[in-house]
């Protein structure tokens, strides 16, 4: 049955892909430059495939987007300061994802992973000839790794995951990933419960081991290497406290923005920095004009000369690549998404002692789980809550530096899952040459 229902993905499943991302292609501009990178691929990375030395050991890693790939990275640097003649690929389904890839000297080559054609993942496979093949988080393709463990090569999930609310360990997903999932050689969940809901769909328990999530490790070397840095604040009044709001979409702006106006009206030594996830001219607008309409005045952080700092209240940061550093320099934060698809990335601020708040949807993310349970992530539903945090973290000193504490301390505490997992990559799968079946069981 399960494998009728692998058959049955090929016959309609992978044929609905192929017609739906084509025609997202067509209205989205991200799916659009996959799309588009994935034609302008296939000429070009047969003849980069052919150029690696043949005697070099090759490991393709998968990852989805950019936190995946931020999940990876220390395992990435570990294996190849061990091993420097490795050659190491990564594959990104996103075009988000690879385009943030700017450059990583421990990466040789980096690709858009195909479309999930049994085809075209026999070709990919057969022409890079990697000994292993990692998975950052859970991207699984069902070609590509039915197609790996076919050509004996070693398949392994890094800092899986597997949330309460998802639906691939129940009813047809199930099957298909029953089936799937047998191919895989081991798998590292992040916690206790993750890897007791993957025995659903993976029962090999001696094939798992619990290392922790390897973003911890991945935040607090970037979170040190920003301190070093001693990045300065954009404000030009420094008395009292900052605010950010980082990775706001619109459903978050609808409960923050209204708060927020509020409480620059109320307490005079608050000055807020926002972080839109999206840049485009029309949004930024928008928000500019609801903190018109509430009598607060705003700057877009492009518009400052360089080297100056703002005097307004309000910076809206309207470029990329500055959130981690722009947590470095305030007090408490909002990280945006849990109002919509799921909360983005809450340990940036925790990691510099930062209590964090969020929106109801939070079950993507086991560190906002984590920060709950310790009472230094919290978990708002409207406005009212919301405004009372607000006021706690601005009147209580003493409250929001404990708060802050207790999640710099989490994160320390978690570091070390990378290590883990190179320990026992190295134990089993060392001694893989290229082109070789062998593995440890």
């Known amino acids: 049955m399960n494998k009728f229902i692998y058959i049955l993905y090929n016959i309609l499943g992978v044929p609905a892909i192929r017609v739906g991302f084509f025609l997202l292609s067509r209205f989205n501009k991200k799916a659009r430059l996959g799309y588009d990178g994935r034609r302008q691929q296939r000429i070009s990375?047969?003849?980069?495939?052919?150029?690696?030395?043949?005697?070099?050991?090759?490991?393709?890693?998968?990852?989805?987007?950019?936190?995946?790939?931020?999940?990876?990275?220390?395992?990435?640097?570990?294996?190849k300061r061990q091993n420097p003649e490795l050659y190491l690929a990564i594959s990104f389904f996103s075009a988000s994802g690879y385009n943030f890839v700017k450059k990583n000297e421990n990466v040789d080559l980096k690709i858009y992973l195909p479309l999930d054609v049994y085809s075209r993942a026999e070709k990919l496979l057969s022409s890079l000839k990697p000994s292993l093949f990692i998975i950052s988080k859970?991207?699984?393709?069902?070609?590509?790794?039915?197609?790996?463990?076919k050509m004996g090569v070693s398949v392994v999930m890094i800092a899986a995951t597997l949330s309460e609310n998802s639906?691939?360990?129940?009813?047809?997903?199930?099957?298909?990933?029953?089936?799937?999932?047998?191919?895989?050689?081991?798998?590292?969940?992040?916690?206790?419960?993750?890897?007791?809901?993957?025995?659903?769909?993976?029962?090999?328990?001696?094939?798992?081991?619990?290392?922790?999530?390897?973003r911890f490790d991945q935040v607090y070397k970037k979170g040190q290497k920003i301190l070093a840095e001693k990045p300065e604040p954009l404000f030009s009044n420094q008395e009292g406290l900052t605010f950010i709001g980082g990775s706001i979409w619109p459903a978050d702006e609808k409960h923050l923005l209204p708060v927020l106006i509020r409480m620059l009206h109320k307490h005079k030594?608050?000055?807020?920095?926002?972080v839109p996830h999206e840049l485009h001219e029309e949004?930024?607008?928008?928000?500019?004009?609801?903190?018109?309409?509430?009598?607060v005045n705003s700057v877009r952080y492009t518009t400052l000369p360089e080297g100056e700092k703002s005097s307004e209240r309000v910076i809206i940061v309207n470029s990329i690549g500055m959130l981690a550093k722009l947590y470095a320099t305030t007090d408490f934060a909002?990280?945006?998404?849990?109002?919509?698809?799921?909360?983005?990335?809450v340990m940036e601020p925790a990691v510099f002692g930062q209590p964090v708040i969020f929106g109801?949807?939070?079950v993507n993310s086991f560190e906002a789980l984590e920060l709950q349970k310790i009472e230094s992530g919290f978990s708002i539903r409207n406005e009212t809550e919301l405004e009372k945090l607000f006021d706690i973290f601005v009147s209580n000193h003493?409250?929001?530096?404990?708060?802050?504490?207790?999640?710099?301390?989490?994160?320390?505490k978690n570091v070390g899952a990378s290590d883990k997992i190179f320990k026992i990559l190295n134990q089993r799968y060392g001694d893989i040459n290229p082109g070789t079946t062998k593995r440890k069981n």
């Open 269 to 274: 030594n608050l000055k807020a920095i926002l």
């Open 334 to 345: 909002y990280v945006g998404g849990s109002f919509s698809t799921g909360v983005h990335n």
């Open 283 to 295: 949004h930024i607008k928008s928000i500019e004009n609801v903190l018109q309409n509430g009598d």
């Open 167 to 214: 639906k691939r360990d129940k009813g047809l997903s199930k099957r298909l990933n029953r089936y799937i999932f047998k191919n895989f050689d081991f798998i590292f969940p992040i916690s206790k419960e993750d890897k007791n809901r993957f025995l659903a769909i993976y029962p090999f328990p001696e094939k798992m081991q619990i290392t922790g999530d390897t």
């Open 45 to 79: 990375l047969e003849k980069e495939l052919k150029q690696i030395p043949k005697e070099k050991k090759r490991i393709l890693i998968h990852c989805t987007s950019v936190g995946e790939y931020e999940q990876a990275v220390p395992v990435i640097n570990l294996l």
């Open 360 to 362: 109801p949807i939070y």
């Open 398 to 412: 003493e409250k929001r530096i404990q708060a802050g504490g207790r999640a710099e301390e989490l994160i320390k």
């Open 138 to 149: 859970f991207d699984v393709w069902p070609n590509f790794v039915h197609v790996a463990g």
